[in-house]
């Protein structure tokens, strides 16, 4: 074997391989609604996780819940729980569970589900009639669910 050959196989060897991302209709939802497994099979990103609880177009977590490390971000709601220490207080597959659906551990609740594309009315159908056509995508990807779960566990108390 030639050194460029090994040089080759040390660095697929080496080189980390993800799963596919989980489809929202495979997810693994346990008793309670958490969620084991990573539904992209790579490790969350923190920072990427705070940009996506503040971003307007993307989770805007923060126009339901108060966040004290991210005061400096304006129009916190009060809608749902403030966060304060809920990376001591659950589980990041709990955590997984309740940004991709929250409604399997608290039914009735107002918080969307961010990782889900079917059993639910489409948008439109109620009011407009010009509901979309075709498959709907996920609110957030199975990436930025790990962001967010990251970014969650860093908020402890």
Known sequence: MNRITLLGACLALATP???EDVAPDDV?????????????GAPGDAAAGR??????GK????????????????F?????PILDGVGDRWTAAELRGLVANAKLTYEGTVMPAF?????????GDAYTGEAATGPLSPLLTAQEIEDVVAYLQTLTE
Do not use: Q, W
């Not at 990782?115 to 948008?123: A, K, Q």
């Open 17 to 19: 391989t993800f799963a």
């Open 28 to 40: 693994v939802y346990g008793e309670y609604g958490e969620v084991e497994a990573s539904l992209s």
């Open 51 to 56: 940009e996506i609880m503040v971003a307007r």
């Open 59 to 74: 989770g805007n977590c923060i126009a339901c819940h108060e966040v004290t490390a991210l005061k400096d971000e304006p």
């Open 76 to 80: 916190h709601g009060e809608v749902g």
């Open 115 to 123: 990782y889900r594309t079917s059993g639910f009315n489409r948008p």
